[in-house]
């Protein structure tokens, strides 16, 4: 068995990580970590969970190495490079959840992250990205930063354009909608149940640090393949799953089937993107809540004629496939394992 632990246990992403732990035949949850929940049990922190396990909450310190094989921090920015410093030489395994190393150019992520300060050197060691696209980098592993939720939607949307079909795409435009366990547990005015129900919040309409990330990994897998990439993101009143529609404008010409046809074959054999027709269902895909409580990625693309554009729809659950579910996977690869192991849940719908 492979021994795991999780740092911020009590978060949304914590509890997500201690479930599909909890279900997976080759791992066995040994750590739980925490500053605010010390003592306290999974049960307690998540309704949901009814483990029959004698682990609490515990202060982080050095010799939580001895106890793990692999260490999840579901943290904070600003923790995770914290929690990097100190356990990044003893841990055989380190997979971040945060965005403290997704953006390798210091300029860029000083931007974007202004108060997380990292150590340089543990910068070029993590190794970034969706599974599907570095599955081959993930063996052997130390070091793992994981994409965010909606940078997840956007590049699996994207890749199969600019590192299938090698197209140059002079602007992308991407709009973005997430449900309120996106923004985690911290306590916000508008989040309040009286101001987010029903609401479409357009919470950060002229740009979005995520998809800073995507630009930033797709350069360095294709220089110049992407030219402006912005993006406007809105929360709904879901509380899980996100939507990305990416509006694609390329001076390269292609057609439906082209595009079609490119998607299904990059995507074949990764089982967890499914490639999509809009109209194959009872209601029109992608759709988040058909891919809800999985760890599948639903993605479209869309040729618009008249419009002189590409349409990419991407759909997933923000807590799986955006952040929990996604850790595993990477896991799986890092470890030997089948992609797929732990990770075979249907999704629930309705939800």
Known sequence: MIRAGVVGASG??????????????????????????????????????????????????????DKVDVLFLATPATVSADLATLLADR??????????????????HDRWYPKVKRRTDLTDRFVY????????????????????????????????????LGLTLKTVVVDGKSGSSGGGLQLRTSDLHPFRAGAIAPYSPTGHRHAAEVGDFLERSRPGAVGNLSMSAYGVSHVRGLLTSSYVFT???????????????FYKGHPFVRVRRHDE?????????????????D???????????????????????????????AVNLRFGLPEETGLTQQPVMPA
């Open 12 to 65: 949304l992403a914590g509890g997500e990580l201690i479930r599909l732990i909890t279900q997976h035949p080759d791992l066995e949850l040994t750590f739980l970590g925490g500053s605010s929940s010390i003592g306290r049990r999974p049960s307690e922190l998540h309704p949901g969970l009814r483990i029959h396990q004698n682990l609490t909450v515990q202060p982080v310190t050095e010799e939580v190495a």
């Open 91 to 108: 841990v055989p395994a380190l997979v971040d959840l945060s965005g403290a190393f997704r953006i390798r150019t210091p300029e860029l």
């Open 129 to 164: 990205g969706v599974p599907e696209l570095v599955g081959d980098q993930l063996k052997d592993a130390a070091l793992i930063s994981l994409p965010g939720c909606y940078a997840t939607a956007i590049t699996l949307g994207l890749a199969p354009l600019t590192l299938g």
């Open 251 to 265: 001076d390269d010409k292609v057609d439906q089937r082209e595009l079609s046809r490119a998607y299904l074959r």
């Open 281 to 297: 269902t009872l209601i029109p895909v992608p759709d988040p809540q058909v891919v809800l409580g999985s760890n599948f990625a």
């Open 299 to 329: 993605v479209t693309v869309l040729h618009d004629e008249e419009g002189g554009r590409i349409v990419v729809l991407a759909a997933l659950d923000n807590l799986v496939k955006g952040a929990a579910g996604q850790a595993v996977q």
